[in-house]
């Protein structure tokens, strides 16, 4: 199984961009590029996802490096209701499970 | 409005005993996943169930079973084969065709007594 590597917490500052990077230097053809969020004690909320091109909607922009090895998920004005832990995951296009690594913590200061 | 719950949100297992958890949907998904998360880590797979009657063991089934005798209902038994129940068990419906977004229920957490 294609795995992802996260940072395990970043920060940043309140109404600024956040650069949340994923390397998945294993990624097959068919997976997706999925990013999930989750607040404590909650569950995990969808941000975005993509396969090939870059991403936007009205949470998130996702950008995916030219050779699929990485991607980035960019908050482009942070808020302190961000403040989650953002999973990047990769959708196994042969199954459709998701496959979960452990996230990295975003720590938004006001 | 539509989505996934939960019950209960909180759970208490005494040693040797078998507890359901609840997990029902209205999004009139095709499948349904349960999932486990030990503090600080990701997700994990326990099963999942793309059609009713029909359900696949994930990365950790051993020591819990399910049931999928209806579209929206998709209960987990953790029996007393799983010797470290402790942990916030996820709930989750998704469409089967296309990208598949998956959709959490708030979790319910389980404690052994």
């Known amino acids: 199984d294609a795995k992802t590597t996260q940072p395990n917490s970043m920060e940043s500052n309140e109404e600024e961009p956040v650069h949340l990077p994923c390397n998945h230097s294993t990624i097959s053809g068919t997976d997706y590029i999925h990013w999930y969020r989750q607040l404590p004690s909650q569950g995990p909320e969808y941000v975005i996802h993509g396969l090939t091109s870059n991403v936007n909607n009205r949470m998130a922009s996702l950008a995916i490096a030219e050779d699929r090895k990485s991607s980035t998920l960019i908050l482009h004005r942070a808020t302190l209701r961000d403040a989650a832990v953002y999973y990047c995951i990769l959708r196994d296009g042969s199954n459709y499970q998701l496959i979960w690594g452990a996230g990295t913590k975003l720590i938004i200061k006001p | 409005d539509g989505g996934i719950t939960q019950s209960p949100k909180y759970l208490f297992r005494k040693e040797g005993q078998n507890v359901t958890l609840s997990c029902e949907q209205n999004l009139n998904h095709d499948a349904m996943y349960w999932y486990r998360q030990d503090p600080g880590q990701g997700l994990r797979l326990i099963y999942y169930?793309?059609?009713?009657?029909?359900?696949q063991k994930g990365d950790i089934a051993e020591g819990y079973s399910v049931s999928r005798e209806k579209k929206e209902s998709f209960p987990l038994t953790v029996t007393s084969a799983q010797k470290n129940p402790t942990a916030f068990y996820l709930c989750?419906?998704?469409?089967?065709?296309?990208?598949?977004?998956?959709?959490f229920g708030p979790g319910t957490r389980l404690l052994v007594l």
């Open positions: 989750a419906s998704s469409t089967l065709a296309g990208e598949e977004t998956q959709y």
């Open positions: 169930s793309q059609i009713v009657n029909d359900f």
